[in-house]
């Protein structure tokens, strides 16, 4: 709908332009790019637009400048509001024309203005009849703008209508307003899944774009029930699709399920045979998708890719670019795991390194790269060689890891890979592509010890030019620490010295730290290094000149020093570890405190989740002393936390640590297995930790899971860490990871089993036994509260910081607490609901008070600030009132937290 006016509109302008365009005959077949929008200035349209408002309608002038409105908009132009108020007010006006293609403009300038709630009303009724014209052009557009620009309130006016167009004979008014539900789910999702039945009979429709607008808004809204998911799946395998695109959006949902799905132990995946069925579909892009979905299976095997393979080496031969490109690419992701199941395409991707399309070209190159043999490495270089120029460099950057990968497979071949690398170096490029083939150097220099040598020559060479600082400074940092341990450590002294006269600030500081390693690892050139840091001492930057003053005072007083001893005091050994420190230092400066920073405080080495004691219940010696002289501050637990998920793969990618709540018990302390949980909140997940101990002597577990079952809908598990051997006496960690759609405020109660394999401990050599039998423990329920989601934080002026909050944001509201013993006793009862922090000591009422202020701040999930003013009040029968009233940040936080009380 949006393309077709403005697709004619643009081909009208571009002939009506070159009519007064002289065609230059020397040219032949050249023809220079011309755009019928150059020069276009807003005011000079907006001044245009005055003609929606002459009596008598010029339709093809109007779409002119409708036209040039758009493509304003679409070039990133703003409208101020009252520009875009007279532009929406003049449009409306070209509804008393009846002219078919000057109203699909019109709805097309609606939608992109996207008036004001105080404006829709103005083109409302206009809209609505439209939408029960006898014109299906009319009522499909006119669902799509009214979806677009109303509120929820006039969505319950129309919903009636919409369900009705759902299942419309017409095929453009039912998916107009499948469409339209697919972006209501995002705004009003309660209203669309009121349509479900409707929509389950658009998914048998026979038109094809019906059908796949349905089934994509019947998985929206199902979504979130992974059981209701598995059955629409599993019915609709049955046959009952017959639009491709539907089909292939079928094939990426029956994928999600079998990733979620267990695999068998035995026999073939669930739907499996159902993938390879689509191999055999008539629709091209049907089989693709089919093959790419069963390459991305997880630990998919060599059986179950042949068919895929199989059809992706038939595109290979294709006629069309596109199929060949998809094919090939693939195959590349492929070739990555299973290298041996592409090498029956090698013949076919040879011929495709001649390919017109460079990209096509580069991807075949890459895949063999990783699937061929070392004696075809010289003549896929020399071929890659001929274009890598031509491409750009994402794929550039593919060629690079293809060589790296290559050169590891086959060390052999080192210096003919590394001299393309080098070659490769020196050629024009961005950061990312140098950065790619800087990296692969250092990889082979680490990976292959032969290859140091060359791999350090070709980096002194490139800093000669290097323009990016960042490149300059990691290749100095390798010259400082592994140019001293070469056979000829002098010859690079003349590379790092020009860096301390021709470069920047940086990474001249960075040349003086190589050069005092080489001083530090190097006696006989000690002296020499010397005198190149004196002249180094009239630097005018701070950075350098402090760093030559203090290397020099270390290398000019250990002139008869050990090496080691001069290294050690030019790099003494942190004892902080600079993660944990970054993370303390952020969040002490986020919330300012008069008490100064405590390095005491914060953690001396790589924290683990929880440090295990020698003995149950026992602090180790080395811990007590720190913990007298320091309690961990709640910034510096949580930075301790953050470090040590970060540092486990599963959570890597989960974003930042939020919250981490205190321990919570779901054991008694006398029982056999004591076990603890920690909920770590991030974004849109929550980490439940749980620390296990052993306390059976005779006993060791295995295989240490925790089974969580939420009793409320919304929670979705996403991984399990387990804990692979528990002893006796040691304090190990499971982990489950939740996640919540959207970053939804999911609230609720776990039953929670402790799954393991017990074996029994030989008395006589403590080791255990082989068999052992499987157990369970049942723990305490464990519950996901409002407070999780709210981090305390203190706010120096709680008035000033209310007054700068957007008053808009404010959102106030009355409750009754019922009958309270007293009025701190409904003060705390909603502290602790909240969990915000208190401020200026409002969280104590003066005795006998009838009516108390309380001032609460604090910072919900995401970093957002929040205040909250609190105002109670007692009556004689002991009933509390309470009035909220909260700003914050974000609007939907004040919303958030009336809810949390309510």
Not at 318 to 335: E, H, I, W, Y
Not at 783 to 795: L, R, T
Request: charged share 25%; hydrophobic share 40%; glycine share 4%.
């Amino acid at each position: 709908m949006s393309q077709g006016p403005a697709g004619g509109e643009n081909g009208e302008g571009v002939a009506m332009h070159l009519d007064g365009v002289k065609k230059d005959e020397d040219r032949d077949d050249e023809f220079d790019e011309y755009s019928p929008f150059y020069g276009i200035e807003k005011g000079l349209v907006l001044q245009e637009a005055r003609c929606f408002h002459d009596r008598e309608l010029d339709t093809r002038r109007c779409q002119q400048v409708i036209t040039k409105l758009l493509y304003l908009i679409s070039q990133g132009e703003t409208f101020t509001k009252t520009e875009a108020t007279e532009v929406f007010f003049a449009v409306t006006k070209l509804f008393q024309s009846k002219d078919s293609a000057l109203r699909r403009m019109v709805y097309l300038i609606i939608k992109e203005i996207s008036p004001s709630s105080d404006e829709v009303i103005i083109v409302t009724s206009s809209l609505m009849k439209d939408m029960n014209s006898k014109t299906d052009l009319y009522r499909s557009n006119a669902i799509r703008v009214l979806c677009r620009i109303t509120d929820g309130g006039l969505l319950q006016q129309i919903e009636r209508y919409l369900k009705q167009a759902v299942v419309d004979k017409n095929a453009v008014v039912a998916s107009a307003a499948l469409a339209s539900g697919v972006q209501l789910m995002h705004l009003n999702s309660d209203i669309v899944k009121r349509w479900s039945s409707e929509v389950q009979e658009a998914v048998q429709s026979k038109q094809p774009q019906v059908q796949f607008h349905a089934l994509m808004l019947l998985h929206q809204i199902r979504q979130n029930d992974r059981l209701a998911v598995s059955k629409l799946v599993t019915q609709l395998t049955r046959g009952s699709i017959r639009s491709p695109l539907a089909q292939c959006l079928l094939i990426r949902y029956v994928s999600q399920v079998i990733a979620e799905s267990a695999a068998p132990a035995t026999g073939e995946r669930p739907f499996y045979d159902f993938l390879e069925s689509c191999l055999r579909h008539k629709s091209e892009m049907v089989i693709f998708e089919a093959a790419r979905a069963i390459a991305s299976l997880n630990d998919v095997t060599t059986r179950e890719l042949t068919p895929a393979i199989t059809v992706l080496q038939l595109f290979l031969s294709s006629s069309k670019p596109v199929l060949r490109f998809a094919a090939v690419r693939t195959l590349n992701k492929v070739a990555m795991t299973h290298p041996l199941a592409v090498t029956n395409c090698n013949i076919d991707m040879e011929s495709l390194i001649s390919d017109s399309n460079r990209s096509i070209a580069t991807l075949a190159i890459t895949t063999l790269l990783k699937t061929g043999n070392e004696s075809s490495v010289d003549r896929l270089l020399k071929q890659i060689t001929s274009f890598i120029s031509d491409i750009q460099d994402e794929f550039k950057i593919v060629v690079v890891e293809a060589i790296r990968s290559m050169c590891i497979k086959f060390p052999q071949k080192y210096r003919v890979l590394m001299n393309f690398l080098s070659n490769i170096l020196r050629e024009e490029g961005g950061f990312d592509y140098k950065k790619a083939i800087v990296d692969s150097i250092l990889i082979l220099i680490r990976e292959i010890p032969d290859a140091k040598e060359s791999g350090l020559a070709h980096l002194c060479e490139f800093i000669e030019d290097c323009e990016f600082t960042y490149l300059s400074t990691q290749i100095l940092h390798l010259l400082g620490n592994e140019g001293p341990l070469t056979a000829d450590p002098a010859k690079y002294i003349r590379y790092i010295y020009n860096r301390v006269i021709l470069e920047n600030a940086t990474v001249r500081a960075s040349a003086v730290s190589a050069l005092a390693k080489f001083g530090a690892a190097c006696d006989f050139m000690r002296p020499r290094i010397v005198t190149l840091l004196t002249f180094c001492l009239h630097d005018n930057d701070d950075e350098v000149r402090d760093r030559a003053t203090l290397y020099l005072s270390v290398l000019g007083k250990d002139d008869q020093a050990e090496p080691t001893a001069v290294t050690a005091a030019l790099a003494p050994p942190l004892s902080v570890n600079m993660a944990v420190l970054e993370e303390t230092l952020t969040s002490y400066v986020a919330a300012p405190s008069e008490t100064p920073f405590n390095l005491a405080a914060v953690p001396r080495e790589m924290p683990r989740v929880a440090a295990p004691s020698a003995k149950p219940g026992a602090p180790s010696a080395s811990a007590a002393p720190a913990a007298a002289a320091a309690a961990p501050t709640p910034a510096a637990a949580n930075a301790a936390y953050a470090a040590a998920l970060a540092s486990i793969p599963e959570f890597a990618s989960l974003g930042k640590l939020f919250k981490s709540s205190e321990p919570i018990e779901l054991t008694e302390k006398e029982t056999e297995y004591k076990v603890s949980v920690i909920k770590h909140v991030f974004p849109e997940h929550i980490v439940f930790q749980y620390d296990c101990e052993n306390t059976i002597e005779e006993q060791v577990l295995e295989n240490v899971t925790v089974v969580m079952e939420p009793e409320e809908e919304g929670f979705q598990e996403e991984c399990t860490v387990p804990l692979l051997t528990m002893p006796f006496g040691d304090v190990g960690h499971v982990f489950v990871c939740m996640a919540r759609p959207d970053g939804a405020l999911l609230l609720g109660k776990f039953v929670n089993c402790l799954k393991f394999t017990a074996k029994e401990v030989d008395p006589s050599t403590g080791e255990p036994e082989e068999e052992g039998f499987e157990d369970e423990y049942q723990l305490e329920e464990l519950e996901v509260s409002s407070h999780d989601y709210i981090q305390k934080c203190g706010v120096g002026n709680f008035r000033k910081v209310w007054d700068e909050m957007d008053e808009e944001s404010e959102r106030v509201d009355d409750y009754g607490l019922g009958a309270r013993d007293s009025l701190q006793d409904a003060v705390e009862a909603v502290m602790g609901i909240l969990g915000m922090q208190p401020c200026e000591g409002t969280e104590a009422v003066p005795p006998n008070a009838r009516s108390h202020t309380m001032l609460l701040s604090g910072a919900f999930v995401g970093g957002v600030q929040v205040v909250v003013r609190l105002a109670f009040g007692i009556d004689a029968s002991s009933q509390v009132a309470m009035k909220l009233a909260v700003r914050a940040e974000d609007a939907a936080v004040s919303e958030m937290v009336h809810q949390i009380i309510a």
